[in-house]
């Protein structure tokens, strides 16, 4: 069964949002050629806990950082460490914050400097296909009309979609019900409702969309070789229009 939260519990997912904006951006001045893919997880665990919040991320299934910084080919789950980031990669950031028992996840990726045009289009892909999927986001729509939006979003601009991981349902534990798949078909799957809390997250690929994991056990990488993209938001159903709680990390989702 899919949560609905009440007033009280979206009020506390809200604050544990703002805390994951306010750690988005104080990475992101830190996002430059030179700097470690270390520097910016040690960036983002100070500030949650600055915050008052804990790293939703670290230790979850024995993940050992707070943030997932992948480059490039890396799709997700990339760990942090001495890597450096180069000018003309695609670096993406996963983050999770855990403020008083509540959960906010998001996802960003980065141009670094000049990037060549095809990985540009790709970001501005993925952007707008988790823009696409959430407008689904509607009491009386169903499931599947946001991963039917993303995908159709993604292969109209010629790339394709990971279909091994998905969103997910989020509130007081980081994964909740449902699964939210990047594609499949249309007017599927449970009513959306008001109070619903999603954290959506399509993952995009310049080739083919078929991915495996490293040695690592985390780091999730285009099977190809391909570069990937990833956007995510932590998104509130209401009975008008849907609420981007982390928003504020990136002006253009704020208008639905």
Same mark, same amino acid.
């Given at each position: ?7 009280? !519990?979206?009020?506390?997912?809200? %604050? ?8 988005? *951006?104080?990475? #992101? =001045? &830190? ?104 407008? !689904?986001?509607?009491?009386?729509? %169903? ?8 995908? *159709?979003?993604? #292969? =109209? &601009? ?99």
């Amino acid at each position: 069964m899919i949560p609905i939260k009440t007033a009280g !519990e979206i009020e506390a997912l809200r %604050r544990s949002a703002a805390l994951l904006v306010r750690t988005f *951006r104080a990475v #992101e =001045r &830190a996002i430059r050629p030179g700097t470690a893919t270390g520097e910016l997880d040690a960036i983002a665990e100070q500030t949650i806990r600055q915050g008052g919040g804990s790293p939703a991320f670290k230790g979850y299934n024995g993940y050992p950082a707070t943030v997932c910084v992948s480059i490039d080919e890396q799709v997700v789950h990339g760990i942090p460490g001495s890597r450096v980031i180069r000018e003309g990669e695609i670096v993406s950031l996963d983050i999770g914050v855990n403020l008083e028992g509540f959960f906010s996840d998001a996802a960003k990726s980065y141009a670094i400097g000049e990037v060549s045009p095809e990985k540009k289009r790709l970001i501005e892909a993925t952007r707008a296909a988790l823009t696409d999927g959430i407008r !689904e986001c509607r009491p009386a729509n %169903r499931l599947s009309d946001i991963s039917h939006a993303i995908q *159709r979003s993604a #292969e =109209r &601009a010629g790339f394709s979609v990971v279909r091994e991981l998905v969103g997910h349902g989020i509130g007081r534990a980081m994964h909740e019900e449902p699964q939210v798949p990047n594609f499949g078909a249309a007017h599927r799957g449970p009513r959306l409702q008001a109070g619903m809390v999603f954290a959506i997250e399509p993952m995009i690929n310049i080739g083919s969309e078929k991915v495996r994991i490293l040695e690592d056990g985390w780091t999730v990488v285009t099977e190809d070789g391909a570069p990937s993209a990833h956007f995510e938001h932590t998104v509130l159903i209401t009975q008008d229009r849907p609420e981007i709680l982390t928003a504020g990390m990136d002006g253009t989702f704020q208008e639905h």
